[in-house]
């Protein structure tokens, strides 16, 4: 079936974007990550008032985040959600940088590369982008404004089938091309599921569409939303994307 390759613009982000003018920066304190020994005490999601205090032992890592970012907190130690920082306490910079801004490449990938790997890797440079390399729960506010994204590489087909009714669409990326529109023929729908199968490749993935409505309306909302739908590429980039220096992030003295 043909189908026109044009990505529509992404008129969810310029929603978002208005939203965000409209709403003063939450003095909230959510916790997006945890592990170690003092992970059950530091669930995700978890909001942290401003003058409490986050003790973490030896291999307790907990990652924190309020209008100014994200921040890493490791233990041994206690520290403070507040801190002094040159970064802008309003979140409409932060969260514009969410929508334009190249993360960080390191996360794991749940599906391996249907092309050559490139020679680093990369991420997704929008958090509304689908990416077709990670299962899983996928966040959308605009259903009429999907995007497939990969990685740039060599030429690369897959099929995409909905797992309700078996119909099914074919995508094509020729050598470089990262991103996709998703095909007309295909709905999406809040819980809807794809399944992606890469050509010439005993490859498969499963995407599971969950819809944001209303729009998040800042970083903590967005993020809160994201844990909750258990949508979880989305969350790592958000993370990655909006991480505060290091210098932030050390033990209350």
Known sequence: ??????????????VLIAAMLAVPASAATLVVRSSGPSAKAYPAGRQLADNSRISLQAGDQVVILDSRGTRTLKGPGTFSPNVATNR???SRETFAEVSSRRARPGATRAVPKPTEAAAEPDRSPNI?????????TVCIADTDAVTLWRP???AAAATLTNVADGSSEKIEWAAGQSRKAWPASLPVRDGASYRIAWDGMNL????????????????????????????????????????????AARPKG
Not at 1 to 14: C, H, L, N, Q, S
Not at 128 to 136: A, L
Not at 231 to 241: K, M, V
Request: hydrophobic share 45%.
């Open 1 to 14: 079936m043909f189908w026109i390759d044009t990505v529509k613009p992404p008129t969810a982000m310029a």
């Open 128 to 136: 509304w982008f689908v990416d077709v390399e990670r299962s899983g």
């Open 204 to 247: 498969q993935g499963e995407l599971r569409f969950a819809l944001l409505d209303p729009v998040p309306a800042g970083l903590e909302d967005m993020a809160s939303r994201l844990i909750t739908k258990g949508c979880e590429a989305q969350l790592d980039l958000l993370i990655e994307t909006v991480a505060m220096p290091e210098a």
């Open 152 to 154: 740039a590489g060599t």
């Open 88 to 90: 802008p306490s309003d």
